[in-house]
């Protein structure tokens, strides 16, 4: 029997994963919840053979809970489910060792067998996720403008960035307009959004 359990923000598909997963003879959901403390708490408490987890949750999303069953050295064979093509959501994902990553819009049969799949040691993901991440490029961004968009993404200024980092900040300046000329982006935050879609923050 593959133990399971569902953590998905969205009621009413949380409960038609959970009613048509049940009707398999060999699948069993353990627990259904609504959020990644939850999704947390159910999995240390559960065991579950497989997460199926949703990648945007309010509290901790999908991705963290991820690294999060990695980092306690839990186990359980991960699947994220999610309707975003993002190929920086992909790399993360990859990065967590996810076994799945699957579109929603995909087939019920589709899941039930990439469970199968799964438990089996294989690793599934979404042929246009794949897409996704085939067509995502290669990084043109220094460490340094790495460093200024992650901190601007965190909402910090200019004169905040050059204190944290002992920098001028003329020389601040430079590298987020490199970066920002490189992505060509509108503003930092535009650039440091654009970074972090294609995974590279």
Known sequence: MIRIIIAEDQKMLRGAFASLLRFEDDIEVVAEV?????????????????????????????????????????????????????????????????????????????LIEAIRRVMKGERVVSTDLAAALFMKGENPLSEREIEMLRLTKEGMTTGEISKALFLTTGTVRNYLSSAIQKLEADSRQQAAAIAEDKGWL
């Open 34 to 110: 609504p959020d990644g403390e939850q999704a947390w708490e159910a999995i240390r408490h559960h065991q579950p053979d497989i997460c199926l987890l949703d990648i945007e949750m309010p509290g901790i999303n999908g991705l963290e809970l991820a690294e999060n069953i990695r980092h306690a050295g839990l186990p359980c064979k991960i699947m994220i489910v999610t309707t975003f093509a993002r190929p920086g959501y992909l790399q993360k994902a990859m990065n967590a060792q996810v076994e799945g990553y699957l579109l929603k819009d995909e087939p019920i049969d589709f």
